[in-house]
RNA sequence: GGCCACUUAGCUCAGCUGGUUAGAGCGCUACACUCACAUUGUAGAGGCCGCUGGUUCAAGUCCAGCAGUGGCCACCA
């Protein structure tokens, strides 16, 4: 037999890349490959895609990690599993990341061209995208790299293009010309939620506003020059100080400038407030355009795509948005329209990639309705949502709120459903040039739309040929929204299925020898909607709200049973890692480096729970070090044995059998039960005391003593496959190292058998662990060293028997001679419940 | 302004549907290089479970109020 005996210490950095290496190989990342049973379940998570921005973060690891946990286990459990990797091309984010390297180097995109500047692109993307690959292999996730996708894939590019139409069909995609979020710096529009907002000290300024035979108004606000844009002033139906005024329009004299009024009344004006009268800007406020819709109001846009003034500003035209207004408000100093200014604390909306202050404009752009009716097409559907009509909010709300979905942690779940009410309109397009492109073209000649996945050879309204492309691209979340159903070949093998239901959605999948039912379905059929969504709170609403609108609204299904939400990971100071501060962050791979990716692991898993945030401290990750070694170091030791038998006979011979025995299948229990209910922390944590400080302190310490090394042989290989999901590197090594043949990784999941818990020979060895405890105190207590045997006497009639039977353990393990006494002792020095001792 | 969390040992945090002396890791103290492991072993110290009330036979756990910390949403110009 040719044993390879284990270095003294375990080393990750040795054994990690091989093992992943030979899992790789193995196939059994492809739930294809797996053998399951007939009825078996099937497990499904689809990875939320990193950015091909640059390197994997700590953030990311926390995710794998969970993601793995489960799949794994599931795995183990002999269910279908498929975990489902990929990355995203994150539009915007790239592009601003490419931009800033080229900014380096004297280039700009302008200069390079839309072609060049995407082959920038996509060369900075054939350095990172291999990297993200190769990182998320080190942290040992086993999820299918045969079916890895990329948002910009043929068949994804193909799904955006088919739901742009089919929403676009069905009146739910349009354009507008409204105020949208603007990025001065990255040139484009954003979403609501891609507007972040920070608190700052500015200037509260009154404007006079002269009027013609009747008093002056007032108007106060942050933004001066805006009110060059002013078209109306709004102030309360009762607010008796300007009741003459109310449906007159007035030209007001703004010194250099002129601009005419019309003054309104609405109940939203609050008159405590201010003047309680409010200059009305159409063009650059969302309110004030809604105001305008309903007041009838002119809109002018005075500030341009840039930041800088339009001609709309007269004077001030060209000048910067912040000259503009410190000119502005010299001139109405000088005219004497300067009431007065104060200080002022307010919300700057900021753009969450490059923090410029954005800039509402009116603006022509794509936008998904997501309080426009639609027809659900599924009949089970709409049994049992109760009506064959819905608007996307509605769907989206209803799936949550009658849990379709599951939300873990559950107090996400009201998160969600206010964040759906205050939902408006989805502003779709940007004015980005990496990303999916508009798949509408504009007829030179008669301005017509054409909607198409291809370019129409002819203008369908007036024949003309010469149209030309939306130059746009659609926000990168149009395109995440899809990925449970993307990435499993939607929209093509949905159009296969109808057709026939012997199709399969890509060759290179087949298995060779399991030509059954499973080959005649697509993977969309046999996999969505998926188990799992696992990703971080924060991108909730960005990414898990619109994937649960996107997979109702196309196939009219939910996207995945349960949405679990994990926290962020914080620095020491409780400050998110940024970037900016590398410092302050953990670098996921140099953790790997050092400690091995199982340890990197426990430190992400232990002492957290789902929707908490995490500080990660540098420590931690050190102690969990230790405890793969310990464990390692069991498994060393029981290959270092003489067997009795060779094969694994587990018989409990003895009362301390009987408790690891009991005490495992316990644990299997548990631990089980802890994975159905995603508490990854509580399981490990519970795995970590039972190893240690059962297996280890006391059944290898018993071993040496009564040498039934096949029992600890079978609950240490066991424990192997609990621990696997967690520490899937070490695990797979010991395994392989009793030269097993089959591979850990699907092995079957241990089942926990009542007729082994057995509660009487648990209490009984407590008696006897709490015994040498007490004996071993004493020792310590009063500096008595290991060398010196003690001579212990004992008394104790309900539990002399247990005692006499256990007498070898009691004397080996804490070095005593034992006797038994019958009559009570003089002075009994230890006592412990119906013992007494003395030394 | 609305909503949601958090506050437990020096530090980082667990404690699910209320039930015996409140847990873990790290750190700390003392002792021990006992042949799997010094990435070790043995033993130990350390907690008005934020504050104040209430419900209950019983509360870290449920309820109310207060204080502090953090987050999300809205954005009153």
């Not at 069905?170 to 010309?177: F, H, K, N, S, V």
């Not at 060398?787 to 104790?796: C, D, G, P, R």
Request: aromatic share 10%.
């Amino acid at each position: 037999m040719d044993k390879k005996e284990l270095p003294k210490t375990y080393q990750p950095k040795e054994v990690e890349d091989k093992i992943y290496k030979t899992w790789e190989e193995s196939g059994f990342f492809n739930p294809d490959n797996l053998k399951v049973k007939k009825k078996a379940k099937k497990f499904v998570i689809s990875m939320p895609p990193p950015n091909v921005t640059g390197e994997l973060h700590i953030g990311h690891a926390l995710a794998l990690t969970i993601e793995d946990i489960m799949t794994r286990y599931h795995r183990l459990k002999g269910e279908i599993t498929l975990w489902l990797p990929g990355v995203d091309h994150a539009a915007i984010a790239t592009q601003n990341v490419v931009e800033k390297k080229l900014a380096k180097v004297g280039l700009n995109k302008e200069n390079l061209g839309r072609e060049k500047f995407l082959e920038k692109i996509n060369e900075h993307i054939d350095t990172t995208r291999p990297i993200i690959e190769s990182q998320i292999r080190k942290l040992g996730s086993s999820c299918d790299w045969s079916r890895e996708a990329y948002t910009l894939d043929e068949n994804l590019s193909q799904a955006v293009k088919t739901m742009f139409i089919k929403m676009y069909r069905d009146g739910l995609i349009y354009r507008g010309y409204r105020i949208v979020n603007w990025c001065p710096n990255c040139g484009s529009t954003l979403a609501d939620d891609e507007v972040n907002y920070k608190e700052e000290l500015g200037k509260f300024y009154y404007i006079k506003y002269n009027l013609e035979d009747a008093k002056p108004i007032v108007v106060a606000t942050t933004r001066p020059e805006t009110k060059i844009g002013d078209t109306g002033v709004a102030v309360h139906p009762n607010d008796k100080r300007y009741q003459d005024l109310i449906g007159k329009t007035f030209t007001v004299n703004l010194g250099k400038i002129k601009i005419q009024v019309k003054i309104f009344a609405d109940k939203q004006v609050d008159p405590e407030f201010g003047t309680g009268a409010i200059g009305v800007t159409p063009a650059h406020s969302l309110i004030d355009w809604q105001w305008a819709q309903k007041y009838g109001l002119e809109m002018k846009k005075i500030i341009d795509e840039k930041g800088n003034m339009t001609s709309e500003a007269g004077p001030y035209a060209g000048l910067s948005v912040k000259l503009a207004r410190e000119r502005f408000v010299e001139d109405l100093k000088s005219f004497g329209l300067l009431e007065k200014v104060d200080d002022y604390e307010h919300n700057i909306s900021l753009c969450y990639r490059c923090s410029s202050i954005i800039e509402p404009l009116p603006s022509r752009q794509w936008f998904v309705a997501v309080d426009k009716e639609f027809a659900i097409k599924n009949k089970e559907l709409v049994k049992k949502y109760g009506q064959n009509k819905t608007t996307l909010k509605k769907i989206a709300k209803w799936a949550v709120e009658k849990n379709e979905i599951e939300i873990i942690p559950p107090r996400f779940k009201k998160n969600y459903l206010t964040w759906m009410d205050n939902l408006y309109d989805w502003c779709i397009s940007r004015q980005v040039w990496f990303g999916h492109q508009i798949p509408v073209w504009h007829c030179q000649g008669c301005q017509t739309v054409a909607v198409s996945e291809t370019t129409p050879a002819t203008c369908p309204a007036c024949g003309s040929r010469n149209l030309v492309q939306d130059t746009d691209t659609l926000d990168t979340w149009f395109s995440s929204a899809l990925w449970t159903f993307s990435t499993l070949g939607w929209p093509i093998a949905d159009a296969q299925n109808q057709k026939s239901k012997t199709c399969l959605a890509n060759e290179s999948r087949r298995v060779k020898n399991q030509k059954d039912e499973k080959e005649k379905k697509s993977d969309l059929e046999r996999f969505h909607p998926t188990t799992v969504m696992e990703t971080g709170y924060d991108i909730l609403f960005f990414w898990v709200a619109r994937m649960i609108i996107a997979s109702y609204y196309a196939l009219g299904e939910k996207p995945f049973e349960t949405v679990y939400l994990h926290g962020l990971i914080r620095d020491i100071m409780g400050q998110k890692m940024s970037k900016s501060r590398p410092e302050t962050s953990v670098n996921p791979i140099s953790v790997v480096e050092k400690y091995g990716a199982d340890a990197l692991r426990l430190s992400l898993i232990i002492g957290t729970t789902a929707g908490a945030d995490i500080k990660i401290l540098p420590e931690k990750i050190a102690g969990y070090a230790k405890f793969i070694n310990k464990l390692y170091n069991i498994g060393r030791f029981i290959q270092l044995q003489e067997f009795v038998s060779k094969q694994n006979k587990i018989e409990a011979k003895t009362l301390a059998d009987r408790w690891l025995l009991s005490r495992f299948h316990n644990l299997i229990e548990s631990v089980t039960k802890k994975f159905d209910s995603f508490q990854f922390s509580a399981a490990i944590e519970e795995l970590y005391e039972f190893s240690w400080h059962e297996l280890a302190d006391w059944s290898v310490e018993i071993s040496k003593i009564e040498k039934n090394y096949e029992l600890l042989k079978n609950c240490y290989l066991n424990l192997l496959k609990l621990l696997h999901p967690f520490i899937p590197f070490v695990s797979e090594t010991i395994w392989q190292s009793f030269e097993e043949k089959k591979m850990l990784i699907i092995e079957n999941w241990p089942k926990a058998e009542e007729k082994l818990i057995d509660k009487n020979s648990e209490a009984q060895f407590e008696i006897i662990k709490n015994l040498i405890t007490e004996i071993r105190n004493y020792r310590s207590q009063n500096k008595i060293d290991w060398k010196t045997t003690l001579t212990l006497k004992i008394h104790s009639p309900k539990q002399e028997k247990l005692i006499s039977q256990q007498k070898e353990i009691i004397e080996k393990l804490a070095k005593v001679e034992l006797q038994l006494s019958k009559e009570k002792l003089k002075s009994a020095k230890i006592k412990l419940k119906e013992i007494e001792m003395e030394i």
